[in-house]
């Protein structure tokens, strides 16, 4: 049996809407920690983002069975895998994984979560930023550091005194 891009994708939004059942249902309300009275709710952030997640897997879900249903041809590029067509036409690149790409955008990714608790929220999320524009190809310095710290302030205000959490890690404002 031969899995088409439309089987495998149906399998993977199925999966997804599995997923952020479970979490909504169960690890977001285990695994946060109780409201303090005070400010943003722990809960909040993960419950929009698996939400959010929930939300375009289920309309991605509804898109297929519609455009099933109604018998309604799509194009042989968005139901067939690129090297499965005549003369390989399609975009080549789809399933596939540049690991070097990826390595270049996880590895910053992990290196925040860890220097978060070592040196403290702004310089941590200052670092990651420079690090990743630096990753993206962007090698203007003085362009990459004003972003920096603008997106680490505007960050900053809004989790310490928009939602009223403190932010994670040794502080150096206070």
């Not at 909040?44 to 983002?49: D, K, W």
């Not at 005549?86 to 955008?105: K, M, S, W």
């Not at 670092?127 to 900053?156: C, D, H, N, P």
Request: glycine share 8%; hydrophobic share 55%; with cysteine.
């Amino acid at each position: 049996m031969q899995v088409t891009r439309i089987k495998r994708d149906s399998i993977a939004y199925l999966l997804i809407v599995g997923f952020c059942i479970l979490m909504l249902a169960w690890a977001i309300p285990i695994y946060t920690p109780a409201y303090p009275g005070y400010g943003a709710s722990a809960a909040l952030v993960p419950i929009v983002a698996v939400s959010v997640m929930l939300f375009m897997a289920c309309l991605s879900l509804m898109f297929i069975g519609v455009s099933s249903y109604l018998k309604k041809p799509m194009p042989v590029e968005e139901r067939e895998f690129p090297e499965d067509l005549e003369g390989g036409g399609g975009f080549t690149q789809v399933g596939r994984i540049n690991l070097p790409h990826l390595a270049r955008i996880m590895i910053p990714c992990v290196l925040l979560v860890v220097a978060i608790e070592y040196i403290g929220y702004v310089l941590a999320s200052f670092a990651f930023l420079m690090i990743l524009q630096y990753a993206i190809g962007s090698r203007k310095w003085l362009q990459s550091i004003v972003v920096s710290i603008i997106l680490t302030a505007v960050l900053y205000i809004v989790m310490r005194y928009g939602f009223g959490v403190p932010v994670p890690g040794p502080q150096i404002f206070e």
